[in-house]
């Protein structure tokens, strides 16, 4: 059997992408990093959230903290609307890279594959080059398809359902969606 890791964003997200391989006979090793998620407590609920899930499933989970919300905003700082394509996926998928070449997998994923929410064609093109560059193969799926199920099991087994992506611009941008909702029908 292949060795894959999948580089893991939140529990809720890991849900369809765990089982979906799983049925496929591939048995995933999670790996946690994540350093765009902010403030620390967001960061803290989703990793213990994860580390919870991944025991009551009986999967592997390898976590590597790297809280750093300083080295995130400056990273991202002078191009804040382009963050995911140029900070956020290189550096999170390029990291779960570089532990899966210095521990022997053969291939990786990522549980970002599975949220409509997320840049997909970005993701994949990311993934890759990634693949291209380090000689892993890079398992592609789809996860999209499964969103709505791996949310409702999440819910089911009361996992921590966050509300934004992860960074404090999503956080941000959440907000300001609500502000506008909430001007327009306070003119209503």
Known sequence: MKKILMHTCCAPCSVYCI???RSEGLEPTLFWYNPNIHPYIEYKTRRDCLND????VDVELIVKE???LDKFCQAVAGDIANRCVNYCYPKRLGEAVRYALEHGYEA???TLLVSPYQKHDEIKKVCEKLAAESGLE???RDFRVGFREGQAKARELGLYMQKYCGCIFSEED???K???KDLENASI
Do not use: H, K
Not at 53 to 56: E, G, L, R, V
């Open 66 to 68: 790297d809280y750093g």
């Open 174 to 176: 959440r907000y300001r």
């Open 178 to 180: 609500q502000i506008a």
């Open 19 to 21: 089982d979906s391989l």
């Open 138 to 140: 890079f398992v592609y």
């Open 53 to 56: 899930y991944a025991a009551s």
């Open 108 to 110: 990786f994923t990522t």
